[in-house]
């Protein structure tokens, strides 16, 4: 028997849709204790992050056909 030590990954955050222009979306943690702020281009993939927040957490985020996944600080 030994214990169970095994590190759980952090639950990824998820983030809303905030704006949207027909070029860029503006993406936002709804942990309002993270604060994280990206914009993610649609018609490039491209992404600023604004606010990085807990940015060593995993943050997941969709729009329609758009979709975010595992993004990383840049
Ligand atoms: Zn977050």
Known sequence: MALDKTPEPAPPHQ????AETAAE???VCRDEACGRR???GKR???????DRGDWHIPHVGSLGGLVI???EAA
Do not use: S
């Not at 983030?15 to 905030?18: R, T």
């Not at 490039?44 to 604004?50: A, E, G, H, K, Y």
């Open 15 to 18: 983030m809303d849709c905030e």
């Open 25 to 27: 979306v503006l993406f």
């Open 38 to 40: 990206v914009v993610v």
């Open 44 to 50: 490039q993939p491209r992404l600023t992050v604004i």
């Open 69 to 71: 996944d595992g993004v």
